[in-house]
């Protein structure tokens, strides 16, 4: 396992030449924004983990293009409990590493629910996420990806949100004149890392279960935001990264996930590290701690579902 995980990173750093950065900054709704809010973004940055976003008015895009895109793509979803994104911790940083492998990024400033109105604050994130994947396969031809190689990558709340999408999609509406809207929300890979998948008690993140639904939801909300419920045949392929000792976002969630994709036939992997904490990132001071793998086990999954092939 040791020689193959070497393999890979040097594999990576001879095709280290498709490293390009960020090329642009889409708003994700050109006009009428649903569930508009009267919210001024707040940036502040934190010496550990860069850039803290707040307060998000208007839900954007950053696209991170390679020089030789090889038609993958992942559209990025940094966690923060529903409260703020940390941008780029879990966010440009990861665009950058994509890049490194001929796979388009693009990391979303979605809306948080904390800041929203109790009429909102539990659909602007998903109305962002599903917007983001309909605005990539419209741009697909022009940013050199293929539309069936469109995936989602979400940490912590931002894995809630993007088990949301892969559970929650629609295939767009046929009738619309807004082109964008005509396109399928459907991921087609997961990559979910300590992820808040479910709302119930025991196991989900308080903080974000109550930014998303309250301090007193209802059992119909708990069981309708418990994403672990709604995995279906259609439900994408998925690979889970959690740490056993995961303190804020117990690794119950992911086994959960698991075991409904298990139930449904769904490609799955799970990594499962003795130690790493919530929120590692890189797992860069993680250097005596199996989590320090993690993400050439998820290089090991990225070739083995074809996206990582040259195009």
């Given at each position: 396992?040791?020689?193959?995980?070497?393999?890979?990173?040097?594999?990576?750093?001879?095709?280290?030449?498709?490293?390009?950065?960020?090329?642009?900054?889409?708003?994700?709704?050109?006009?009428?924004?649903p569930c508009e809010n009267e919210l001024a973004i707040e940036i502040t940055e934190d010496e550990n983990i860069g850039r803290r976003v707040a307060k998000v008015h208007s839900p954007e895009i950053a696209v991170?293009?390679?020089?030789?895109?090889?038609?993958?793509?992942?559209?990025?979803?940094?966690?923060?409990?529903?409260?703020?994104?940390?941008?780029?911790?879990?966010?440009?940083?990861?665009?950058?590493?994509?890049?490194?492998?001929?796979?388009?990024?693009?990391?979303?400033?979605?809306?948080?629910?904390?800041?929203?109105?109790?009429?909102?604050?539990?659909?602007?994130?998903?109305?962002?996420?599903?917007?983001?994947?309909?605005?990539?396969?419209?741009?697909?031809?022009?940013?050199?990806?293929?539309?069936?190689?469109?995936?989602?990558?979400?940490?912590?709340?931002?894995?809630?949100?993007?088990?949301?999408?892969?559970?929650?999609?629609?295939?767009?509406?046929?009738?619309?004149?807004?082109?964008?809207?005509?396109?399928?929300?459907?991921?087609?890979?997961?990559?979910?890392?300590?992820?808040?998948?479910?709302?119930?008690?025991?196991?989900?993140?308080?903080?974000?279960?109550?930014?998303?639904?309250?301090?007193?939801?209802?059992?119909?909300?708990?069981?309708?935001?418990?994403?672990?419920?709604?995995?279906?045949?259609?439900?994408?392929?998925?690979?889970?990264?959690?740490?056993?000792?995961?303190?804020?976002?117990?690794?119950?969630?992911?086994?959960?996930?698991?075991?409904?994709?298990?139930?449904?036939?769904?490609?799955?992997?799970?990594?499962?590290?003795?130690?790493?904490?919530?929120?590692?990132?890189?797992?860069?001071?993680?250097?005596?701690?199996?989590?320090?793998?993690w993400t050439t086990d998820l290089m090991m999954w990225l070739l083995q579902m074809g996206l990582m092939d040259k195009e």
């Amino acid at each position: 396992m040791l020689a193959l995980r070497l393999f890979l990173l040097i594999s990576i750093i001879i095709i280290a030449g498709f490293v390009s950065g960020q090329d642009m900054i889409i708003p994700l709704w050109t006009e009428a924004l649903p569930c508009e809010n009267e919210l001024a973004i707040e940036i502040t940055e934190d010496e550990n983990i860069g850039r803290r976003v707040a307060k998000v008015h208007s839900p954007e895009i950053a696209v991170y293009r390679p020089d030789q895109p090889n038609g993958a793509a992942v559209i990025i979803c940094p966690g923060g409990g529903y409260t703020m994104l940390a941008y780029d911790w879990e966010g440009t940083t990861f665009a950058e590493w994509y890049n490194e492998m001929g796979i388009t990024a693009i990391v979303l400033t979605y809306r948080l629910p904390h800041w929203e109105s109790e009429e909102c604050r539990d659909r602007v994130a998903l109305m962002d996420a599903a917007r983001a994947m309909r605005t990539v396969r419209h741009h697909a031809d022009e940013w050199g990806i293929d539309d069936t190689k469109i995936g989602v990558m979400g940490f912590s709340a931002g894995g809630h949100l993007a088990s949301t999408l892969s559970t929650r999609f629609n295939e767009g509406d046929a009738d619309t004149d807004d082109e964008i809207e005509k396109h399928t929300s459907r991921p087609d890979f997961s990559i979910l890392v300590y992820p808040v998948i479910s709302m119930e008690d025991g196991v989900t993140h308080k903080g974000s279960r109550s930014n998303l639904i309250g301090k007193k939801p209802s059992q119909a909300d708990i069981e309708y935001f418990s994403n672990e419920r709604h995995v279906s045949a259609d439900t994408p392929p998925t690979i889970l990264i959690h740490a056993s000792d995961d303190k804020a976002v117990p690794v119950g969630n992911s086994l959960k996930y698991y075991q409904a994709l298990i139930d449904h036939n769904i490609s799955a992997s799970l990594r499962i590290y003795p130690t790493g904490g919530h929120g590692f990132s890189f797992a860069k001071d993680k250097e005596n701690e199996s989590v320090m793998f993690w993400t050439t086990d998820l290089m090991m999954w990225l070739l083995q579902m074809g996206l990582m092939d040259k195009e």
